[in-house]
């Protein structure tokens, strides 16, 4: 199979987060309750909406991304987290480590100080297992802060935990009291 260029499988994995994640409806397709829908469908619909991808090439997108961010699964593909449409990944509730991190921007902390960490505009909090993610997290929007989370203390206070299929930890919100700032 030839190797795709690294800008097309870029725009690949773009086009996919934009449909399986924000708007299925742009080119006509259902996600089912869990966020899953049939892989012939996405090509069809893709192809009919003036982007035709390969199967081949989904594949390879899947296969390949750094992040792991889409899973196929008998014939059907979704994206692991971060949708801003319901659907219910059905993830169980496991135990945090004792520390997990958030990559954040100085702009941010501000309210962050006072209403701790909101899920925004998608469905759960992330939560990155290291340091080194979460820096990475932080610079897509500039000079990155990262915020350490008392996973595990919150986890004995009762708050629920998830972790997505590419080893992002999702919660509901991290009350201030839990976080750690840089001085
Ligand atoms: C901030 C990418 C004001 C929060 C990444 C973040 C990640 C607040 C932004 C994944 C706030 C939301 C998620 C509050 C949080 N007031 N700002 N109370 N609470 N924020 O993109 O964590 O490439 O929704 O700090 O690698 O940046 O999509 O979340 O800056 O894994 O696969 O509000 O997205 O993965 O931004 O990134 P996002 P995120 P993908």
């Known amino acids: 199979m030839a190797v795709m260029d690294e800008r097309r499988m870029i725009r690949i994995s773009k086009y996919l987060a934009r449909h399986l ?3 299925p409806r ?16 996405l090509l069809r619909a893709a192809a009919e909406h003036g982007f035709p991808i390969t199967a081949a090439e989904l594949w390879q997108v899947v296969e390949s991304n750094d992040k792991r961010r889409y899973a196929i699964e008998d014939g059907r593909i979704r994206a692991s987290q971060g949708h801003s449409v319901p ?10 480590p004792e520390v997990l991190y958030h990559g954040t921007v100085a702009r941010f902390v501000g309210a962050i100080r006072k209403e701790g960490l909101r899920a925004m505009n998608r469905h ?15 610079a897509r929007r500039g000079v990155p802060v990262v915020l350490v989370v008392a996973a595990e ?6 708050y629920l ?9 999702l919660a509901d919100h991290v009350p201030p009291g839990y976080l750690r700032f840089p001085s």
């Open 153 to 158: 203390a919150m986890h004995a206070d009762g």
């Open 26 to 41: 742009r080119i006509g397709i259902t996600l089912d309750a869990n966020g899953w829908v049939s892989v012939d469908v």
């Open 21 to 23: 994640r924000h708007d």
């Open 124 to 138: 759960h909090v992330h939560l990155s297992p290291d340091w080194e993610t979460a820096t990475r997290v932080g």
């Open 161 to 169: 935990f998830r972790r997505s299929a590419n080893g992002v930890w």
């Open 87 to 96: 659907v219910d990944l059905d993830l169980p509730a496991v135990e945090p």
